[in-house]
């Protein structure tokens, strides 16, 4: 059972709880992402499993007409068990989804894999499944052109894993000045497919510049539990999606949002003490 204080961040512990959520910011006209929680296995059998479930949940989507697409992490589908595990489940999941399917972006060791996998599916299905890149990443720029010429959604984030000064940014100014480069690109050079997968105002104000600028269509994507009031105002002028986490392994993620910014950690802490 998740306490009150995690449940801001995360949707419960089963496909239906987080159908629940959905359906609530449905009606407040956001749309979803729902993410299963879980990372890094490196045995096949949880790996499998949870790709059954994301194929319950997509069905479960279906059923329901909910506006939702699901969004999976590599490592859960079987990454560190080996390539083809990964690729077996990704197939699995993507054939049976009827909505859109993400692929979240791991830490550099698994960029190329991942970008291979989303390239042939994205190919194969025309557009329906979509990859996020991080903009602390210095290759990203490179990425981004051979993104470009493919079908799909490519969603930028700042990035969440720390890498090193080799390959990445690591100043947070340096970051963002990269970000807005990159999205720069995008709505310069992609059709339609970009998503803004930031809470930071000065981005999303960029982004909407940006689509004045080239008229391209794009999306905003929050986190649950995060500038919530921000994502329904938005909602009135773009697309915008809602991550949804939902799962029995909800403490580490709940733990690392409430590290990342002060406001969730002081949050947290009135919450404990009843205030
Ligand atoms: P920041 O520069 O961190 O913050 C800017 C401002 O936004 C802050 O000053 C604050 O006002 C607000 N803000 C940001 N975060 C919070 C918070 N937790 N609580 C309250 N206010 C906050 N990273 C990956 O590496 N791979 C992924 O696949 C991935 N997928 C993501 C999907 C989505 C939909 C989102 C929103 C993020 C994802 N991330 C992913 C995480 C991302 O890389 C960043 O770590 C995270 O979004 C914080 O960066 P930011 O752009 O929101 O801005």
């Known amino acids: 059972m998740i306490p009150p204080i995690a449940s801001n961040f995360v949707a419960g512990e089963t496909p239906e709880t987080a159908l629940a959520h959905v359906e609530e910011l449905n009606e407040n006209g956001v749309a979803a992402i729902v993410n299963l929680l879980g990372e890094h296995y490196e045995e096949r059998a949880p790996a499998d499993a949870d790709a059954n479930e994301y194929v319950e949940l ?28 990964f690729e077996e489940n990704l197939a699995r999941i993507v054939d049976a989804a009827d909505c859109f399917v993400w692929v979240d972006m791991e830490d550099h ?32 720029r490179e990425d981004l052109e051979r ?75 929050m986190l649950m539990g995060v500038r919530e009031t921000e994502q329904y105002a938005l909602a009135d002028e773009v697309d915008v999606y809602q991550y949804i986490p939902y799962g029995s392994k909800w403490f580490s993620y709940f733990y690392r949002r409430v590290r990342e910014q002060k406001s969730n950690a002081l949050f947290a802490l009135r919450a404990v003490v009843g205030r």
Do not use: W
Request: with cysteine; glycine share 8%; net charge negative.
């Open 147 to 221: 993104l470009a010429d493919l079908p799909g959604k490519v969603r930028l984030v700042k990035g969440a894993y720390d890498e090193p000064a080799e390959i990445a940014y690591k100043k947070k100014a340096r970051v963002d000045e990269s970000y807005r480069d990159l999205l720069e690109f995008m709505f310069r050079e992609f059709d339609d497919g970009v998503a803004v997968g930031s809470h930071d105002p000065a981005m999303i104000d960029l982004a909407r510049d940006l689509h004045e600028e080239y008229g391209t269509a794009y999306e905003v994507q």
């Open 58 to 85: 997509a069905d479960l989507i279906a059923e329901r007409g909910a506006d939702a697409c699901i969004s999976v992490k590599p490592s859960q589908i079987g990454l560190e068990v080996g390539a083809t595990a």
């Open 109 to 140: 060791e698994t960029t190329d894999v991942t970008l291979d996998a989303v390239e042939r599916h994205t190919v194969e299905t025309d557009g329906q499944v979509g990859v996020c890149v991080q903009a602390n990443l210095k290759r990203t």
